[in-house]
């Protein structure tokens, strides 16, 4: 088996591929996109999943488990995979992150929301808390143009930050925002690596059949 041989390199690139192409189109999109900490993740773990493959999992798959299961050992190992990463986010504090928006967009249409679901709602500097929802979070901005919402602190209310996604939600429907060179960019970037995993793929079928065969035990 080659080092880089064209299936190795499709099953590494492409998800993360994928995702690039989605988050460059997330970035050169003009309206708000607000998602949780544990969605993202989820679509960054699937994005890695590829490398995950190549790497860690066909450089220690146990032999006795590869001999014994055949290609039904990819299953096991993927869904191992699949547990670890549901752990890490259900470990994961509360965390709310919003697309193309400007932190001087945001603060009002923040301030004005918190203050109608939350009378007793505090600032200070960046953090807020709220004590009728039980959230304490600080803002977070970024050089991407976005915004992210973090919990400060353990003792969180997951049906409060629910309602806090909701109605930022549906205040941010009106915003827009100007189209962020960045995104394009990564969209640039995420088809020529389409392109050079069609390209290799479609120009080496017998080493693909061949790595393919390899890596099910067939």
Known sequence: MQLFDPLHFVIGVGPLAVYLLL?????????????????????????????????PMELFMPPAAADRFAGFVWLLLLMFYGLCVSL?????????????????????????IVHE???????????????????QLHVETSPL?????????????????????????????????????????????AGLMGMTCTIWMLSNPDSVAQSLSEMLRL
């Open 23 to 55: 988050i460059g189109i997330l970035n050169y999109s003009r309206k708000p996109f607000i998602t949780t900490g544990g969605r993202d993740a989820s679509a960054l773990s699937v994005a890695i999943a590829g490398l995950v493959i190549v790497g």
């Open 88 to 112: 890490v986010i259900l470990l994961m504090r509360p965390r709310l992150i919003i697309y193309n928006v400007t932190i001087d967009q945001l603060r009002p249409l923040l301030m004005k």
């Open 117 to 135: 679901i939350d009378k007793e709602s505090r600032w200070a500097g960046d953090s807020l808390t709220m004590p009728s929802l039980k959230i």
């Open 145 to 189: 143009r976005h915004v992210q919402l973090v919990s400060s602190g353990p003792n969180q209310n997951l049906d409060g930050w629910q309602v806090l996604e909701a109605r930022l939600s549906e205040a941010l429907k009106p915003i827009r925002s100007t189209r962020n060179p960045v995104g394009l960019g990564m969209i640039i970037v």
